[in-house]
Structures are given as C-alpha cells and as structure tokens.
C-alpha cells in the first residue's frame, strides 16, 4: 500500500490536534506516514503511531527552521520523489498552504486547498464562497497534495509501529535566501487556538466598545473556547486584528460557534457558515445571523450573556 | 546578489480582480468556473493593501511601480484604479486561453510576467477574496527562486535588504533577504488611499501593456482549463440548514441557551 505523507504541526514536539485529524483521513487513502519537521521528535513519536502513523520521517537540523516555509517543502519534494506517496495532506494553516503550494511546483503537482473532507480515492470535498456551494474536486496531475481545514473529521486512534526514520536534506539557496532573525511572541492569554477550537465564541459592533469584551471573554472562558471578532469590532480597536472571524479574517468551523452583537453579513459568514452548531444573541430580530442560528435568543447581550455564562459556572458546578 | 540602487528600485505589484464581496457568488454550472459576468468586479481587496504599500516605499525610496494583472478584459478596470492611486504603469496579462486556469497556472503566467518586468521587489496581497487560496505568492516565490518573505504585517527595505514581519501563529517572525525580494501583505498593515481626482485624469494617460501567451512564451496547453492539475468534478449549492429555534429574552435568555447547550451535550 502506498504511503500518504502528513506534514506534522507542533510547537517544539507538542502536535497539534489536526495532525491526528490528517492522519485519520491518510489512513482511508493509504498507509499514513507523518513528516516532522524541526527539534522534538522524540516527544511527538508516541501520540504520531497512536494515531496511526506507520513511519515518522524525522528531519532536525537547525537551519530547517531558520528560514519560513521553503525548506519543509524541500523536505517533503525530496520524500515525494525518493517514496512515490499516494498524496501529501497537510493543514489549512497559513504556512500550511504556502509549503504545499511550494512543493506543488516543486514536485509538479495539482494542489487543492481547504478540503473539508477527503474519500478514499483522494477527492477532496471544498467549501467554497463561504461555503454557500460544495465542490468535490481531484488532483489530476502528480502527486494529489490538498490541504485540510482544522475539525473536518475526528481523529481516531489506530495504533501503528511509528518507526522513527530520520531524514538528511540539502536545502537550495533559494530556500535558503529569506532568513527568520528574530521570533516575536505575543501572549494569547491561555485561551486556545481560535483556528484549533472547538467552541468559539464571538463579538460584534453589539459589544459597544473594548470593556464590552469583558463578558465575551468571560463566556469563552466559561466553555474553554476561543475568543472571536466582527471586522467592525477589530476595525474600531475593540478586539486584536488577529482574533478576526470572516473572509478577510479567519475561517473557524468549530463544533459550536456563538455570535454576539453580530449582524451577519456575507463576508462574517464566510469565516463560520461551516461550524456543526451555531447559537446567537442579538437584539434585532431581523438580523440575518438568525438564519444560520441552531439556537437564538432575540435580546441584549449584555444581559443574556452573563446569565449564560453563571448559569454554565452552575452546572459545571 | 545585485546590487540595488533604491533611486531606481522596481516594484511590481500584482492584483486580481474579483467579484465584490457582497455579491453571492455562484459557479457557472457548465464547466463549474466562477461566474464573473453576473456580478461587479473590483479590485481584491487585500490587494489595496499591497499597492499602497508599494507606494509608500516609493514615496520613501523613489523608483517605479508597475502594476499587474492577470484577468479577462474588463481586468482593466482594476489596472486603473491602481495607476490612480499612483502606480506609474500596468501589465495586463490577457488571453482567453487562460481561462479557468488553475493556481499553478496562473503562478506560471505571473512568474514570466514578472519575469519579463526585471522586478527587484514584487508585492502580492496575501489572499484573493473569490478563491482565498494563498497559495499564488509561494508559488511564484518557488518559480523564480526569489527569497520569499509574505504574510506581512510592516514591510522595510534599506540598502539593498528587505525586512518584513511574517504574521504567524503564535506573534510574528522577523524575516530578512536581499533584493530582488517577493512579499505579500496582510490586512490593515496600512491604510490604502483612496484615489483622488487628479489621480484618476493622470491614469489615464498611464501607458498599460498587454500580454497574451505566446508573449509570455507560454504554449496554450500548459494553461487554462484543460490544462488544470486539479479538477472540480462536481459542484452543488450547499443543502440549505433546518431552521432553528429563535426565542425572545423574557429575562430567562441565557438560561435557554444553557438548555439548549446542555441538552446538546456542550455542558
Ligand atoms: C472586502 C470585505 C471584507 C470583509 N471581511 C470581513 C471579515 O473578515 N469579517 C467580518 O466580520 N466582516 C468583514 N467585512 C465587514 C462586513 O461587511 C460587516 O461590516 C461586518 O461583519 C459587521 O460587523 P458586525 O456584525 O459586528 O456589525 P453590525 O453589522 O453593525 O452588526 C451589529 C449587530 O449587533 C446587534 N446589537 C447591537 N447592540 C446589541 C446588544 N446590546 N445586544 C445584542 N445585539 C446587539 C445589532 O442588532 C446588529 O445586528 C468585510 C467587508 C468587506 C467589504
Ligand atoms: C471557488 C474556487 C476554488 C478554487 N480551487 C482551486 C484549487 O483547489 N486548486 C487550484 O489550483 N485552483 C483553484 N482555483 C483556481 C484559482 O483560484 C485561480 O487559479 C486563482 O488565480 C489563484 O488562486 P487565488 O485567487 O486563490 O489566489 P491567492 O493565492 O489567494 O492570491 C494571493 C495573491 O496573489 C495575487 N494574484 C492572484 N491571482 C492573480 C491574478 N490573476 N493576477 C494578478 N495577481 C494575482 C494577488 O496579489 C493576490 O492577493 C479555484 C477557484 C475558485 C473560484
């Protein structure tokens, strides 16, 4: 059976959850071999074959991560040619799709990107246009590489040996030309990954201001979810840009989306019409959020909001 | 590397074309292409960003910025609203060969375009609002094997080196590499002028050249939708949601919510 490579999202050895979810979805096309890229392998191998991976191709040497985004894709094109896998996936993140759009060219290969489901014949089901239209499309060229969006599927576990097989690249100097002199971080105050989350919760221009923000952040901590934003909240300063939901902003599909003060239009929906559930408080009933709502209460947020958020506090005891 | 003398630094800046965002957008059901005849065509967005970047830096520097895009004949439109924001000329990529061109496609038509320019920084937007793939940039980066510095959030360029803050997840990295460089920016790294009178009478005696592929020296078969390396076997209007149930705050709104969260197993 052919290998399917899945390029491996971590910070330091710690995977993120969509590394298992593409595994999940390699194992219906071949057998899933994980490519890690930087230092701490070590700590990722045992959740990798946990989750299914046959083979952990390792490739640790400092200057791989001193540049952005050319050479993991010099690592997966050199794998592509030396194993003949049956696709490469990798996640929907913004560098996820720079590396596979890189390797696209280097490998001569189809791309598609933001699948939210893959079969087992490599087709690929994409949400387009906000995902008011569903597209099945296939790679018709090399080596299918598609990139998948976060929460498309739940990652199964499906032990495997996980044989760690390290892996020696030359880099161009093309790959080599951009160096990263400096990593900033900025704190995200212990909430999680807004593109990662299960549960986002948002503000909108209903929030009025910075402070308002205040009983969003406390209902997202209540549910451990992730905080998010209108472009009118973002735009006025309320909200960091970063935090944005939309189609200028981040595309979200968490298994419950709650919008706040949000009235809905077509470039906010872009960036959430996917998620499993969605609930909404607004005090207009005419708002055309109420139209993707599972659930909705016409009223003011910032009533509504902080009884959710105590009654939640309640029954989780 | 070649040196560089910022007086004549040549900036190249590529824009798309795109539906307006608030248009539903539908594919044609015949070969599943985007619809472009039904709705308004502007400028991407994001792409506003990139140009107004590139004028800034020449503002700063001095030298010329060219700007291109690859669209059907109506991509004019957008070709001129960039030379009335002040870019000095345009580069139409047009030939109808090109036509449902796939992303490796069009990187492909982008990179001999640019290419042919003799760029020493070419700035992208980060993502096109129809298709949102973000992939183009990377792509020509790989192409013309030019240090590839994108998704940024400040761009400088000082002596012959470019140094951009690369958004990621976490805060950002700072990126360095000489020129010729290729960048793309993110939303609200600036604030995109808006053109003013006198900038649109001067657009229009802006020179625009055209391109079609056998100017580019590309063969009509490496292109377009047959050529296409990635596929849209089927498409479908996503199946409309069961309404849900829609409540008035009596003062018992976030107690209904809990409800339905619990029952839904949230909580
Ligand atoms: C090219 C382009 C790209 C864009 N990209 C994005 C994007 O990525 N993301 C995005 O979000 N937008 C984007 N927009 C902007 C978008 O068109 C809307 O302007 C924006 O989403 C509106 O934000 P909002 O819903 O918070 O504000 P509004 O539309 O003003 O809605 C506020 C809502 O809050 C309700 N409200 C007010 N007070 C209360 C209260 N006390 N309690 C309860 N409800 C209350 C109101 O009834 C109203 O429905 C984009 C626009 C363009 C042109
Ligand atoms: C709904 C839909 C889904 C698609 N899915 C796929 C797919 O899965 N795989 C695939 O290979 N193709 C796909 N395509 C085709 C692809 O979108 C086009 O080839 C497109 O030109 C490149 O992708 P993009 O617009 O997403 O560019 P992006 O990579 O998002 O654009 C980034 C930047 O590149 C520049 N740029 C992009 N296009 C041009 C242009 N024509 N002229 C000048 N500058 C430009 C702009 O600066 C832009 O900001 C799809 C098209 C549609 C409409």
């Known amino acids: 059976m052919a290998e399917v490579l899945v390029l491996v999202e971590h910070v330091d050895g710690t995977v993120k959850k969509v590394t298992y979810e593409l595994l999940t979805l390699a194992a219906r096309i071949g057998e899933p071999a994980a490519v890690f890229v930087g230092s701490g392998a070590d700590a990722a191998l045992p959740g990798l074959a946990e989750h299914g991976a046959a083979t952990v191709y390792v490739a640790d040497a400092p200057e791989l991560t001193a540049h952005p985004v050319a050479p993991k ?32 060219i280097r490998s001569g290969s189809g791309i598609i990107t933001d699948a939210v489901d893959v079969a087992a014949d490599g087709t690929a089901t994409q949400a387009v246009f906000g995902g008011s239209v569903i597209v099945q499309s296939k790679v018709a060229t090399g080596t299918p590489i598609i990139t998948v969006r976060t929460n498309s599927v739940a990652p199964q576990a499906a032990p495997a040996a996980g ?31 807004l593109a990662e989350a299960a549960v986002v919760v948002s503000g909108g221009r209903g929030v009025g201001g910075a402070e308002g923000f205040g009983v969003i952040e406390a209902l997202a901590d209540s549910l451990g979810a992730a905080v998010g934003a209108s472009r009118a909240a973002t735009d006025a300063g309320w909200y960091p840009h970063q935090f944005q939901v939309g189609q200028t902003g981040k595309t979200v599909a968490p298994q419950l989306y709650i919008a706040n003060g949000i009235s809905g239009a077509i470039q906010h ?45 309640k029954r989780k005891g | 590397m070649r040196e560089v003398d910022s007086a004549t630094m040549k900036i190249v800046v590529c824009v798309k074309q795109v539906p307006d965002s608030w248009a539903e957008k539908t594919l044609r059901p015949s070969d599943h292409t985007l619809d472009r005849e039904s709705v308004d065509a502007v400028m991407n967005e994001l792409d506003e960003y990139a140009v107004e970047e590139a004028l800034r ?96 959030s400040s761009v400088s360029v000082e002596g012959g080196t470019v140094r951009t803050n690369r958004v990621t997840e976490y805060g950002y990295d700072v990126v360095e590499a000489p020129l010729p460089a290729l960048v793309s920016v993110v939303e609200k790294i600036n604030e995109p002028r808006y053109p003013s009178f006198k900038g649109i009478m001067a657009a229009k005696k802006k020179p625009v050249s055209t391109l079609d592929l056998a100017g580019l020296g ?50």
């Open chain 2, 57 to 152: 830096l020449q503002e700063s520097q001095g030298g010329e910025v060219v700007v291109l895009s690859m669209g059907p004949s109506q991509a004019t439109d957008t070709i001129r609203k960039a030379l009335s924001m002040g870019a000095d000329a345009g580069v139409h990529v047009v030939d109808d060969g090109l036509h449902g061109s796939d992303a490796v496609a069009t990187s492909l038509a982008l990179a001999k375009a640019i290419e042919a320019q003799g760029a020493d920084l070419v700035i992208f937007g980060s993502e096109s609002t129809d298709a949102r793939m973000s992939v183009v940039p990377a792509m020509v980066a790989e192409r013309l094997g030019l240090p590839q510095l994108t998704f940024s």
């Open chain 1, 73 to 104: 894709a010099e690592v997966l094109a050199t794998l592509v040619a030396e194993r003949a896998p049956a696709a490469v996936l990798l996640a929907s993140t913004a560098e996820g799709k720079e590396v596979g759009a890189r390797l696209a």
């Open chain 1, 163 to 193: 044989t760690r097989v390290d892996v020696a690249v030359e880099l161009s100097a093309a790959a080599k030309a951009a160096k990263v002199v400096d990593r900033v971080e900025q704190a995200k105050g212990g909430r999680p990954d």
């Open chain 2, 218 to 267: 590309i063969a009509p078969a490496e292109v377009g939708l047959g050529a296409a390396w990635s596929v849209v076997a089927e498409a479908a209007a996503r199946p409309p949601k069961a309404k849900g149930t829609i409540v008035a705050d009596d003062g018992a709104g976030g107690v209904a919510i809990a409800d339905f969260l619990s029952a839904q197993k949230f909580i």
């Open chain 1, 269 to 313: 929906r872009a960036g959430m019409q996917t998620s499993k559930t969605v609930v909404v408080v607004n005090k207009d009933p005419e708002a055309p959020i109420f139209e993707l709502a599972d659930f909705g209460v016409v009223g003011d947020l910032f009533t509504v909001v902080p009884q959710l958020t105590e009654e939640i506090g």
